[in-house]
C-alpha cells in the first residue's frame, strides 16, 4: 500500500521549487495533493505536469495572505475530498536589503506572505483537523530563521517567528491529535537560490560541510517523513536539512 494513498494534502507554494518537490513525492506516495498557489500560470503548469504523471494533484490559485480566500480553498478542499489530513506551509518570499536600505513595503511583504499567510492557512484548516481529532501541520522555517543571515532581516525574523508559532500550536493542539512540526533548510537549489551571483552560491557552497546546495527533494523528504504515521509522536521540532551548514 501506498504511504499516502487516501490522505488528503495541501502544499502552499506548490506551483515551483521545494513545494513542487514534495507534490511529486507526496502524489508519488498515492496522497490526493492540492496545490495553493498565488502564480496561476505556475499553478495551472505544474498541476497538468503531474497529472500527466497520473498522480492526484489539484491546484487552487490564491494568495494566503487573504484570510478570506484561505478560508473559503480550505472549505472547498474539505468538501470536496472529505477531508483534510496535512497542511504543508511551504510558501515563502524574500525581499532582500540591508536594515539600513530596507523599507516598510519589503519588511510589510515578508511578513505578510512567510508569517500572515502561515497563519491564516493554518487557521483555515484546524477546525476540520479538530473535527477529524487528526492532522498535520508542517511549517517552513530556515537556517536563516535560527541564525540570521545578510540582508534577511525581514526573511529571518519570520522564519524565526514560526518557530514560536511551531512550538505554540503543537502545545495547544496536542489533544486533537494534530501534531505540529517545521523543517529548516539551509541552501537548497530552487529559484530563490540560483537567483543569487555564481560568487554567493560557490561561498555557500563552501560553507557547508557536505559540499553541495540541498536538492528541493531533500527537503520535501522530511516534509514527507514528518506527515508520515511513522511520525505520530513527533511535535513541536524543528528538523534541520541542511547539509550540516549549521554546525
Ligand atoms: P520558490 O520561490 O521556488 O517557491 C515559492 C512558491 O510560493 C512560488 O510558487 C510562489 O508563487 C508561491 N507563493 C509566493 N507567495 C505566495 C502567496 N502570497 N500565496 C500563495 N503562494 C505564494 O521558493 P522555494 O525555494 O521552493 O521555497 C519554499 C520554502 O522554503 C519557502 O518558505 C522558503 O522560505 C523556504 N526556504 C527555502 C530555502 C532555499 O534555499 N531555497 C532555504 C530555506 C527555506
Request: glycine share 8%.
Amino acid at each position: 500500500k501506498k504511504k499516502f494513498k487516501d490522505k488528503v494534502v495541501i502544499i502552499t507554494g506548490g506551483a515551483s521549487g521545494i513545494g513542487k518537490a514534495a507534490a511529486l513525492s507526496f502524489g508519488m506516495e498515492g496522497a490526493q495533493v492540492i496545490i495553493w498557489d498565488v502564480n496561476q500560470a505556475k499553478t495551472n503548469q505544474t498541476v497538468e505536469e503531474l497529472q500527466l504523471k497520473k498522480l492526484l494533484v489539484d491546484g487552487i490559485c490564491l494568495n494566503i495572505t487573504d484570510p478570506e480566500e484561505t478560508q473559503k480553498a480550505a472549505n472547498q478542499v474539505a468538501e470536496k475530498y472529505g477531508k483534510i489530513d496535512i497542511l504543508i506551509n511551504n510558501a515563502g518570499i524574500t525581499r532582500d536589503a540591508t536594515i539600513k536600505k530596507m523599507n516598510y513595503n519589503e519588511w510589510q511583504q515578508v511578513l505578510d506572505v512567510n508569517l500572515t499567510g502561515v497563519f491564516n492557512c493554518s487557521k483555515a484548516v484546524i477546525p476540520w483537523m479538530v473535527e477529524q481529532q487528526h492532522g498535520r501541520i508542517i511549517n517552513t522555517s530556515s537556517v536563516v530563521g535560527l541564525y540570521g543571515n545578510f540582508g534577511q532581516a525581514n526573511y529571518s525574523a519570520t522564519k524565526s517567528g514560526l518557530v514560536g508559532f511551531t512550538k505554540t500550536l503543537a502545545k495547544e493542539l496536542g489533544k486533537y491529535s494534530i501534531t505540529v512540526n517545521a523543517v529548516a533548510p539551509g541552501f537548497i537549489a530552487t529559484e530563490m537560490v540560483e537567483a543569487m551571483p555564481a560568487k554567493v552560491v560557490d561561498m555557500m557552497i563552501g560553507k557547508t560541510p557536505l559540499k553541495r546546495l540541498g536538492k528541493p527533494e531533500d527537503v520535501a523528504f522530511v516534509y514527507s517523513f514528518l506527515a508520515s504515521e511513522e511520525a505520530s509522536f513527533v511535535s513541536g521540532s524543528v528538523i534541520s536539512v541542511d547539509g550540516a551548514v549549521t554546525l
